[in-house]
T-cell receptor, first 111, second 120 residues
């Protein structure tokens, strides 16, 4: 699976949009971009995934660049409960589903 | 939604003892489960892939005789930390793949809430 690069940490004001970038310049054509988050002392939680089109669900939006070498996770109205470590992962869909986690971005949402 | 449950949530044991952690898929069948460990302020590190009815596949550097994995049924995988030492203290997390859901689907991989092991 391709490696990803994310900023170590980010701050966001409560109620504002949080934009978390991810670089995956070596992504293959059959690899999807997945985002998970981990709140302190809990297991990871799935957020969203995409291949090349932008995606939106009740939690977030995912913007993938046309060349697919980077993406941005957008939390439209961050709350204090969104404080967590966010992991960007690229992985072939289906198959073994072996998931390798990078360092992630620690997002601090401040009041 | 699908749930993966781990037990115990936390455990404290003496050095030299063995500890078993269970990972159960509560409402789906999982032919494959994954075990991770996580040290404070670090990312999750994949330890092994647990396959129902066959031997687990361990990642490089993970001692298979130290971390025994058994996946005897489609809903249960266990991780046994044998002869635990203080350096084995960590947060252990499992994830499970839904055998029924096919193709692309985020719901096919679910994570447990984690088990915190402290070895004294």
């Amino acid at each position: 699976d391709a490696k990803t690069t994310q900023p170590t940490s980010m701050d966001c004001a409560e109620g504002r949009a949080a934009n978390l970038p991810c670089n995956h310049s070596t992504i293959s054509g059959n690899e999807y971009v997945y985002w998970y988050r981990q709140i302190h002392s809990q297991g990871p939680q799935y957020i969203i995934h995409g291949l090349k089109n932008n995606e939106t669900n009740e939690m977030a939006s995912l913007i993938i660049t046309e060349d697919r070498k980077s993406s941005t996770l957008i939390l439209p109205h961050a709350t204090l409960r969104d404080t967590a470590v966010y992991y960007c992962i690229v992985r072939v869909a289906g198959g073994g589903f072996k998931t390798i986690f990078g360092a992630g971005t620690r997002l601090f949402v401040k009041a | 939604g699908a749930v993966v449950s781990q037990h115990p949530s936390w455990v404290i044991c003496k050095s030299g003892t063995s500890v078993k952690i269970e990972c159960r898929s509560l409402d789906f069948q999982a032919t494959t489960m994954f075990w991770y460990r996580q040290f404070p302020k670090q990312s999750l590190m994949l330890m092994a892939t647990s396959n129902e009815g066959s031997k687990a596949t361990y990642e490089q550097g993970v001692e298979k005789d130290k971390f025994l994995i058994n996946h005897a049924s489609l809903t249960l995988s266990t991780l046994t930390v044998t002869s635990a030492h203080p350096e084995d203290s960590s947060f252990y997390i499992c994830s499970a793949k839904d055998v029924v859901a096919g193709g692309l689907g985020p719901g096919e991989l679910f994570f447990g809430e984690g088990s915190r092991l402290t070895v004294l």
